[in-house]
C-alpha cells in the first residue's frame, strides 16, 4: 500500500478567533495534527489523505467553510515521508 499524501494547510483566522478555529478543525477526520503558531498565519494543520483530491476537497468543503477563518494556503508534500535524499546517493 502507498503511503499516505501528507498536506499543510496554513490558516489566517479572525482577530481573537483562533482558538474557536483550532477547536473546530480538531474536528475534521483527514486532520492529523493541528498548531496555533506566530507570524504571518494563525494556524498549521497536517492533512493525510490517499489522494490529493481529497485534500484539496477537504480544504474547499470543511476547513475553508469554518466561521473565522479568513485565508487559507494548502502546501502538498511531493515525496513521501519516509524519503531520504542520503539513501539516494
Sequence with gaps: MDEPITAYVLIKTEVGKTD???KD???IPK???ATMVTGDYDI???LASDSVDN???TVAQEIRQIRDVNETK???GTKP???SPRGNL
Design 20 to 22: 474557536f478555529v483550532l
Design 25 to 27: 478543525l480538531l474536528d
Design 31 to 33: 486532520v492529523s495534527k
Design 44 to 46: 498549521v494543520v497536517e
Design 55 to 57: 485534500i484539496l476537497t
Design 74 to 76: 494548502t502546501l502538498v
Design 81 to 83: 515521508s519516509s524519503y
